[in-house]
């Protein structure tokens, strides 16, 4: 049996289940969560990571501020994240986590562009790849609220 948009494949349904249809509403819901589309994480470490950035400030529903990589103006909407890409400083494939000193925001094109030249093992040494990563911590750091 296949989910009929998806063409997913799945068991038949466990008893549990009422009947089908209810398997079929739980496997869909499931399914648009695992995918991320529900997902309220990457919104809510868009805001966290401009609350911690002095260059972003609230218009209205906007959050307005600066690019980490080219310094340039960047906005995303504060009820959907849209207009702005999430960076993680430290590649999560390098070990980079998604502690806020490690994430900050960014142009979608930036943070492609760095993913290119930057985060792929193949392209830098692991020395080249930590000073640039340091670069970058540095200047979160100095957009820090409270820090100098
Ligand atoms: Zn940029």
Known sequence: MACKRSGVQFPHPPLHFRNKRQFHLMWNLAFCVGSGLFS????SLL???AQTDKTFEKKGVLWVGKCLICNGPVAFDGMTG??????HIRATSRGGTNAPDNLGIVHAA????KGRRWDSKRKKSEAEYERFVELLIQKR???WPGLV
Do not use: V, W, Y
């Open 82 to 87: 849209e207009g702005a890409t999430l960076e």
């Open 40 to 43: 309220m994480s990457r919104l």
């Open 110 to 113: 930036c943070n492609s562009e």
């Open 47 to 49: 805001i966290s990571t």
């Open 141 to 143: 750091q100095k957009r």
